[in-house]
């Protein structure tokens, strides 16, 4: 049954099949489940539904309860007498041998109703991107933010179906009126978004949403808000850190349930793209203990229309590993990602490193991964990291050929 909820909910988000999205993926359902619900479930919580993770036990009647509601229906009990009703009402089906003649005429009233539909398609004038307007703004400096989109599609055709997309991801788009001239939608993440609007599946205009930090902002993911950390509690003289002692303060131990810790900064870093690039930390998972025993970590460089991802665990977890080559995910079950396994007893040297549309993944000082970068260089945004449990970071440096553009922490370490 949970199979279903699973493939209706696939369904109608559009994305293509769980197994194939990526971590950015999970993280955008589920602030959708949030705006639409006002509950959340983490990232790590998805990921075991969709099978993407390991599993631990069952999925508790809370969040069945919660993608139930996401789906359409009350709860998961309402959900569940609704499959099974459909499930019998098909093989009821199965078992009718011949056509009846109100199923004629319906069938016959169905074929004139789409051939309306069909003559009024091939009427329909022609799309001038000059005539829409599409703009927006954030509301505030600050993390929760949230974002009015402004636009006009009044000249649209009665039928066109009207679509904002959210970010680069162009299967994540949501249907909104012609005859509206405002959508609004709450970010709890920072990041760089290129947002679309969409008619009849062509983007007519395009606008930019920059979500910004002013610092090293620290989260800790939860299935309901972010907690979000002050400056003193990540912060001290040899880089960015969240601690055992910070989640205990929060009354979050992590030894007992899936925690996941992230650091993020976003910002104009200036001139800086990604044909020509270096960016170089020491990174450690300092959790010995999580329910997984992985000890994973992903660093994210944003760019101007999406992300590179780069994935860290321990040796025996790369088939859990998703490398983001750009505008490409490379799945560790269905490719050698070893080199992407780690020794978290001390801080592991990550250096990536871009130079005329080739950018090479260094581990420890060996290569572990290279991948053709965009034809078009596109302009760095941020580097966000994620944590299981908690990490360190230490020694970071973003520069290109001709200038430092960040430094933080004692980079002779």
Not at 169 to 192: C, E, H, L, W
Not at 303 to 321: E, Q, R, T
Request: aromatic share 10%; hydrophobic share 40%; net charge neutral.
């Amino acid at each position: 049954m949970i199979d279903i909820l699973v493939a209706q909910i696939e369904e109608r988000l559009g994305w293509g099949s769980g197994s194939e999205w990526s971590n950015r993926d999970f993280e955008e359902l589920s602030d959708l489940i949030f705006d639409s619900t006002k509950k959340r479930l983490s990232v790590t919580t998805l990921k075991r539904i969709w099978g993407r993770a390991e599993l631990v036990a069952n999925p508790s009647s809370a969040t069945l309860d919660i993608l139930s509601e996401f789906s359409g229906h009350k709860n998961w009990r309402e959900f569940a007498n609704s499959a099974a009703t459909n499930t019998a009402v098909r093989s009821k089906k199965k078992h009718v041998g011949r056509f009846h003649l109100p199923t004629i005429v319906l069938i016959l009233m169905g074929i004139a109703i789409l051939a309306t539909i069909f003559g009024a398609l091939t009427t329909r004038k022609s799309i001038d991107a000059s005539e829409f307007e599409f703009k927006s703004r954030p509301v505030s400096d600050e993390i929760p933010n949230s974002v009015i989109f402004e636009y006009d599609a009044s000249a649209a055709d009665d039928l066109a179906k009207i679509e904002i997309q959210q970010s680069w991801d162009k299967n994540k788009r949501v249907a909104i009126n012609r005859q509206d001239s405002v959508a609004t939608s709450i970010y709890y993440r920072p990041g760089f978004f290129k947002s679309k609007l969409v008619v009849d599946g062509t983007i007519v205009k395009e606008y930019d949403v920059f979500i910004q930090t002013k610092d090293w902002l620290g989260v800790i993911e939860r299935d309901s808000l972010p907690i979000y950390l002050k400056k003193e509690e990540i912060k001290d003289n040899n880089g960015v850190s969240v601690s055992h002692e910070t989640l205990a303060e929060y009354g979050i131990d992590p030894k007992t349930i899936n925690v996941r810790s992230s650091l993020y900064l976003v910002k104009d870093f200036g001139g800086i793209y990604t044909d020509d690039f270096d960016l170089s930390m020491a990174v450690k998972n300092t959790f010995e203990q999580g329910l997984s025993g992985c000890r994973s970590f992903q660093l994210y460089v944003l760019y101007d229309g999406g992300a590179i991802g780069i994935p860290l665990a321990k040796k025996g977890c790369a088939s859990n590993l998703n490398v983001l080559a750009f505008d490409k995910t490379i799945d560790g079950k269905r490719n050698d990602l070893s080199a992407f396994g780690v020794d978290f007893t001390n801080f592991v040297s990550l250096e990536l490193i871009s130079k005329l549309g080739v950018a090479r993944i260094l581990i420890n000082g060996e290569q572990a991964y290279t991948m053709n970068g965009p034809e078009t260089p596109r302009h760095i945004k941020g580097i966000v990291i994620h944590f299981e449990g908690t990490g360190a970071i230490q020694n970071v440096e973003l520069k290109s050929s001709a200038r430092m553009f960040y430094s933080l922490g004692d980079t002779t370490l």
